[in-house]
């Protein structure tokens, strides 16, 4: 998973696999991508510090899914 937060347009993506994907507007400013089969691939949310509690919320939301990745990737299997 990887979390990236764009500060010059609001908007905070989710990344769940990088692959191909088909977007859907599920709500104004909000997008879901999903893969061939149909399976949740990102999210994209436009106005994020607005709609998430303010942008100290999604810094530290961002900070978060970027430490949580990192774990994954060290952690063993």
Same mark, same amino acid.
């Given at each position: 998973m990887k979390i990236a937060y764009d500060r010059?347009?609001?908007a905070i993506t989710i990344t769940f696999r990088e692959t191909t994907v088909t977007t859907e507007e599920i709500d104004? !400013? /909000?997008f879901f991508d999903y893969d061939r089969e149909g399976r949740l691939a990102g999210i994209e949310i436009l106005d994020a510090s607005k709609r998430l509690g303010g942008e100290d919320v999604v810094t530290k939301a961002t900070a978060f !899914? /970027?430490?949580m990745?990192?774990?994954a990737e060290t952690s063993p299997r």
């Open positions: 010059d347009v609001d104004e !400013g /909000i !899914g /970027i430490l990745t990192q774990g």
